[in-house]
């Protein structure tokens, strides 16, 4: 899938990751519609966006990925905005594991959500025109993350749900592909002050430590790039795409 003239919808958009993401599409062609809680974080980057890519390029929509209302309205905005959307980055995402029932209903319900509304808009089945669906998993959702293992549980559950639908997808002929990233720790706010956000798993901060240490920092471009991998290769279904400081690889599930 080229960028040019397509329409994305990215969630958690207004820092982090998600701005990232949002940056590489608008640089490759895409208008997005950045959605986020934050409202003057995200006002600001659409100002500055629309600055540099042209106005309209970008939209912000204030919207809690927790709200079924907030995301219909939203998606509905989109595509009178654009005439469509092609594209959508679940990211959203919050580690916190003294608020493990947020995190689940962020983390892994708000995915859920957003996707089944964006079905609405998007699946073939619809009247839509298919595209692609990424979301942000984490290397955690691969393998357990002993300090924080709610966040694994919505992060594994991420990338169950992707490979799901991205079979469901194939066989019902939405013409939708689902792909997730996993990248191993990002320099954002998400990773500062680590020990406030591992409720009664905070004796376990040095494992966390240990691990960064072990695996690295990666920079929010390293993923916003891999990100362009998933959308743009059109044979890229049901693949959940490593991102490590020493580089990418695809996950090999074991086949049953
Ligand atoms: N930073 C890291 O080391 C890694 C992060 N991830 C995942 O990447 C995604 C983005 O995380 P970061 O950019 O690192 O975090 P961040 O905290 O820097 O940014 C998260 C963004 O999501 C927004 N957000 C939070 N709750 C929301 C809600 N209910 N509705 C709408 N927006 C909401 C925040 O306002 C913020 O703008 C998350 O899903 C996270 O789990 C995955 C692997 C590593
Ligand atoms: C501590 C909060 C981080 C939140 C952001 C995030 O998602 C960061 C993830 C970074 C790395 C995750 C690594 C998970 C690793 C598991 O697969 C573990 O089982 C690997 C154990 C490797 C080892 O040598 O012990």
């Not at 919808?9 to 608008?26: D, N, R």
């Not at 654009?82 to 594991?97: Q, R, S």
């Not at 990773?191 to 695996?215: C, D, M, W, Y």
Request: proline share 3%; hydrophobic share 45%; with cysteine.
């Amino acid at each position: 899938m080229a960028l040019t003239g397509k329409s994305a919808v990215v969630t958690g958009a207004a820092l982090g990751i998600g701005k990232g993401l949002s940056e590489v599409l608008l640089q490759n062609g895409a208008k997005v519609a950045l959605l986020d809680v934050k409202e003057s974080a995200g006002q600001s980057l659409v100002e500055s966006l629309n600055q540099q890519h042209g106005t309209g390029s970008a939209l912000f929509l204030k919207c809690d990925v927790e709200s079924e209302e907030q995301l219909k309205a939203a998606f509905q905005k989109a595509t009178e905005t654009f005439g469509g959307i092609d594209i959508l980055c679940n990211n959203a995402g919050i580690m916190n594991e003294a608020t493990w029932e947020k995190a689940v209903s962020i983390n892994l319900m708000g995915v859920i959500r957003a996707t089944y509304i964006a079905l609405e808009h998007m699946s073939k089945l619809n009247g839509g025109k298919g595209g692609v669906i990424v979301q942000t998993a984490s290397l955690a959702g691969l393998g357990p993350f002993p300090s924080c293992p709610v966040y694994t549980a919505t992060k594994s559950g991420v990338v169950g749900f992707t490979r799901a639908m991205a079979a469901a997808s194939a066989v019902s002929g939405y013409g939708i592909r689902f792909n997730a990233l996993c990248p191993t720790f990002v320099q954002t706010e998400m990773i500062t002050n680590i020990p406030a956000r591992l409720g009664q798993f905070s004796h376990l901060n040095e494992v966390a430590e240990q691990l960064k240490e072990k695996l690295g920092v990666l920079s929010v471009s390293d993923v916003a790039e891999s990100l362009l991998e998933l959308v743009t290769d059109e044979t890229k279904n049901g693949e959940a795409l490593m991102i490590l400081t020493k580089g990418k690889a695809y996950m090999q599930f074991p086949s049953p």
